[in-house]
């Protein structure tokens, strides 16, 4: 198995762009997550989502963030339009949703970098 | 109510030396406190976990001691090597809830010096 796989593993933009970091999770998982790491605030759970549905959004910190999963295989997290204090690594994990207690164990891809100017 | 505070936030220790982070908690419907392990330029990674009913947990050189009644859990890594080298995270969630989620600590940087 590949693993979570996240693109592009680096974004550099201008204040005022849409940005859009995309995940594939891994095949047969059910729950994905959207995170976001800074030195400030650490590892901050944006949204997750159970079976293609959006769960939990609470931690979108504004409407200029938006998370979408058309398929089981796909999902994306849209930041337009970015501003600097948006810079952070963003990553995507996926867990399993076979049973009780499918969301304790998180498979993490290896973060974007985001860094807008 | 949902934090889970970490400690400390780097640490430096000699190759064999014994590593120690440690967590607190409040929230205590938290049934599973599992331990990721990140390196750089990577995703964080599950590296061990505990529920409480057990107050240890050791696998290999690591080993989590939980205190229920202090709502406090802790990561000893033993004969730390440079390899172990890696930012820790602590973390804590309702398993048993279809709607619980991992709430992280702040997260340890350690570094393991040859």
């Known amino acids: 198995d590949a693993g979570v796989i996240q693109s592009p593993r680096h974004e550099v933009t201008e204040m005022g762009q849409e940005v859009t970091l995309r995940c594939k999770p891994i095949?047969?998982?059910?729950?994905l997550f959207w995170y976001r790491q800074t030195m400030m605030r650490g590892l901050e759970l944006l949204i997750y989502?159970?079976?293609?549905?959006?769960?939990?959004d609470s931690g979108m910190p504004e409407d200029r963030f938006s998370a979408k999963m058309p398929n089981a295989s796909f999902s994306t997290l849209k930041i337009q339009p970015s501003e600097p204090r948006d810079s952070a690594v963003y990553f995507c994990?996926?867990?399993?949703?076979?049973?009780?207690?499918?969301?304790?164990?998180?498979?993490f891809g290896s973060g974007t970098q985001l860094s807008v100017l | 109510q949902q934090q889970v505070k970490q400690s400390p936030q780097s640490l430096i220790v000699q190759k064999g030396g014994i590593s120690i982070i440690n967590c607190a908690y409040e929230?205590?419907?938290?049934?599973?406190f599992p331990w990721y392990q990140q390196f750089p330029g990577k995703g964080p990674a599950l590296l061990i976990a505990?529920?409480?009913?057990?107050s240890e947990k050791k696998e290999g050189r690591f080993t989590i001691s939980f205190n229920k009644s202090a709502k406090q859990f802790s990561l000893h890594i033993m004969d730390s090597q440079p390899g172990d080298s890696a930012t820790y995270f602590c973390?804590?969630?309702?398993?048993?809830?279809?709607?619980?989620?991992?709430?992280f600590g702040q997260g340890t940087t350690l570094q393991v010096k040859p």
């Open positions: 095949s047969g998982h059910d729950y």
């Open positions: 994990a996926s867990s399993s949703g076979r049973g009780a207690r499918s969301n304790e164990k998180l498979f």
């Open positions: 973390a804590a969630i309702h398993g048993s809830s279809n709607t619980g989620k991992l709430i």
């Open positions: 929230n205590t419907a938290f049934d599973y």
């Open positions: 989502f159970n079976n293609n549905v959006p769960i939990d």
């Open positions: 505990i529920r409480p009913d057990v």
